[in-house]
C-alpha cells in the first residue's frame, strides 16, 4: 500500500507503472487495486496526520505560531478542493472538497483548523465572500491579510474588464485570426517551392540590399513574416494573464502597425510589375474591414488609458512586475510594508486629483475597493515569542504557495492520467490527497514518523475499526452521486417518469 501510494502520489505514475513496477518484484497485481490502495495510502496518512496534531502545534509554537494561507481551485463547477498551509512550516494543515465556496461550508472546514492547529498568527486569503465572512466567524480576532496579487488582479479586471472582452469580440466577430492563418498557410506552400527565399529575407534585412533574383519573389516571405509577427501576440506576455498581460490588445495593435507598413510598401514595384506586390494587396484586403471597426479602435484607445493608471497601481504595489519573468510565482519585489503603503496613497492622492475623476466610475470603483480592503492589505507585521526569542513577522503578501501548490498538484494529475482536464481529478481524489506533499518535508517526516522506522510502522499501529469508519467517510463525499441513481439521471425522461409516479400515488 505505501509503494502504491508513493509511486502514484510522490513519483506521479499512473495505476499500469505501478503494475508493472510490482511485477517486477514479483507481485500481481490489477490497476484498479493499485488505486484502491492509493485511496486507503490517503487516509491511513490522513489519520496520522491528526494523530500527531500535538506534535505539530508544539513544533508550531517554538516558531512563534503558524500563519494560515487559504484558498480553493475548480474547474468548471464542484467540486471545489479547499487547502490550508502553513507558510512557516511550509505544511498543508488540512483540505476539503466543497459543494460551494460559501460561508456554511468554508466554517466547518475552519473549526476542524482551529481544533487541530489552535488560533493562527494570521491568515493569508483572497477577497471571496465566503472566505471572508467564515474567517471573521471563526477566528474573529486574528489579522488578516489580503493577497496582493490576488487583490490587485481582482481591481483590474473590475477596472478595464469590460474594454478587454469587447476588443476580444471585435476580434472575434471579424474573424481575423483564422483569415490571417488562412492566408499565411497558402504563402507558406508558395515559399516551400522556393526555399532559398527566406535567406534572401536574412541578407536583405542584415546588409540592406535586396539580391536580384529574389526581388519577385520577397513580396511572399515580408507578407508571411508579417502575418505570424502579427499572430505572435496572442502569446506574448509575462504569465500573469489579464489585467497584467493584454494578448488580445497586443494581438490588435499589431495588426493595426501590419496594416500601417502594408500601406507603405505595397505600391512599391522592387521589379517594375505591380503583379509581384499580389500578396501585400491580399493582405491589405484581409485588413480592410477590420481596419473600420470604429468600435474595436475606439475601445482600443480606452483600454490603452487605463493600463496607463493600472500599471502606476501595480507599480505601487511591487507585484507583477512589467518585467518580471517569474510569471504566476511570482511574490513581489521585497520592501516595507510602510514603504509600500505609503506609495498606494500616493497613487490614491493621484487617482483622486485628477480632473476627470468625478465624471469617472471606474475609478472611483477602484478607489472604493482600495479603501474598503486597506487595513487587510497592509496589516502590521506580528511579533511573536519563539524558543529563541521574540521575533517580528511579516505574513508574506501573496498567496502564491497555494496557488503553486494548486499547479503542482494539476501537473501531477496531467502526468498520471494523460488528462489536460482537472475536473475529474476533483471529483475522484480524496480531499486529504494534498497532505502526500508534506512527505517531502523533512521536518514535517520527523514528527510524522515519531521515532517509528518506517511509514509502514506508523501505519500499522492505527487502530482497524477506526480506520474503516475513515475510510467509508471519505469515500463519502458529499458531491457524489449514489450508483444505483445514476441510470436513473441518464435517462432522458426521468423527469416525466417521476411526475407519472406521483401522480398515480394520489390517483
Not at 18 to 24: K, M
Not at 320 to 342: H, M, Q, V
Amino acid at each position: 500500500m505505501v509503494y502504491a501510494g508513493k509511486a502514484l502520489f510522490l513519483r506521479n505514475r499512473n495505476e499500469e507503472e505501478v503494475v508493472a513496477e510490482l511485477a517486477e518484484k514479483n507481485v500481481g497485481i490489477s490497476p484498479r487495486e493499485v488505486s484502491y490502495l492509493g485511496m486507503k495510502f490517503v487516509t491511513y496518512l490522513a489519520m496520522a496526520h491528526r494523530k500527531r496534531g500535538p506534535e505539530f502545534r508544539a513544533d508550531m509554537r517554538s516558531r512563534g505560531g503558524y500563519i494560515c494561507h487559504l484558498d480553493a481551485t475548480c474547474e468548471g463547477g464542484n467540486p471545489l478542493l479547499m487547502s490550508s498551509i502553513d507558510s512557516l512550516s511550509d505544511i498543508v494543515l488540512g483540505n476539503v472538497k466543497l459543494p460551494a465556496e460559501d460561508e456554511a461550508h468554508i466554517v466547518p472546514f475552519l473549526k476542524r483548523i482551529r481544533k487541530d492547529h489552535g488560533t493562527p498568527l494570521a491568515l493569508v486569503h483572497d477577497m471571496g465572500k465566503g472566505i471572508l465572512s467564515a474567517v471573521a466567524k471563526v477566528f474573529p480576532d486574528v489579522p488578516e491579510f489580503i493577497c496582493h496579487f490576488h487583490f490587485l488582479r481582482d481591481i483590474g479586471k473590475d477596472f478595464m474588464g469590460a474594454e478587454y472582452d469587447a476588443i476580444r469580440k471585435r476580434l472575434r466577430a471579424q474573424g481575423i485570426g483564422a483569415k490571417l492563418r488562412y492566408r499565411a498557410k497558402q504563402l507558406k506552400a508558395e515559399m516551400d517551392k522556393h526555399p532559398g527565399l527566406i535567406r534572401a529575407l536574412e541578407t536583405a534585412i542584415g546588409e540592406a540590399s535586396l539580391p536580384e533574383d529574389a526581388r519577385r519573389f520577397l513580396p511572399v516571405v515580408n507578407t508571411y513574416t508579417l502575418i505570424q509577427w502579427a499572430l505572435r501576440a496572442k502569446s506574448e506576455g509575462r504569465g500573469y494573464g489579464f489585467p497584467f498581460d493584454h494578448p488580445h490588445l497586443a494581438f490588435a495593435k499589431r495588426i493595426r502597425e501590419v496594416n500601417r507598413h502594408i500601406e507603405n510598401i505595397k505600391d512599391i514595384h522592387l521589379r517594375g510589375d505591380w503583379k509581384d506586390n499580389r500578396p501585400y494587396f491580399k493582405l491589405h484586403a484581409d485588413l480592410k474591414n477590420i481596419m473600420k471597426d470604429r468600435t474595436l479602435w475606439t475601445t482600443v484607445e480606452k483600454i490603452e488609458e487605463r493600463i496607463i493608471v493600472f500599471d502606476k497601481l501595480r507599480e505601487a504595489m511591487r507585484i507583477a512586475p512589467k518585467s518580471g519573468g517569474r510569471g504566476l510565482n511570482d511574490e513581489g519585489r521585497k520592501g516595507n510594508i510602510r514603504t509600500i503603503e505609503k506609495r498606494v496613497e500616493t497613487f490614491r492622492t493621484w487617482m483622486t486629483t485628477r480632473h476627470d475623476y468625478p465624471q469617472n466610475p471606474a475609478a472611483r470603483n477602484m478607489i472604493k475597493q482600495i479603501d474598503k480592503y486597506w487595513e487587510k492589505l497592509f496589516a502590521d507585521p506580528i511579533t511573536v515569542q519563539t524558543s529563541s526569542g521574540r521575533i517580528r513577522i511579516q505574513p508574506q503578501r501573496t498567496n502564491n504557495i497555494l496557488e503553486q501548490f494548486f499547479r503542482g498538484l494539476k501537473r501531477a494529475n496531467r502526468r498520471r492520467t494523460g488528462n489536460a482536464s482537472s475536473r475529474r481529478m476533483l471529483q475522484t481524489i480524496l480531499a486529504e490527497t494534498p497532505l502526500v506533499r508534506n512527505l517531502k518535508n523533512p521536518a514535517y517526516m520527523k514528527i510524522l514518523l515519531h521515532g517509528e522506522p518506517s511509514l509502514e510502522s506508523v501505519f500499522s499501529n492505527i487502530d482497524i475499526e477506526l480506520f474503516r469508519e475513515a475510510f467509508r467517510v471519505a469515500r463519502d463525499a458529499p458531491e457524489k452521486i449514489p450508483a444505483k441513481l445514476k441510470p436513473l439521471i441518464a435517462m432522458p425522461d426521468f423527469p416525466v417518469k417521476l411526475a407519472n409516479i406521483i401522480e398515480r400515488a394520489v390517483a
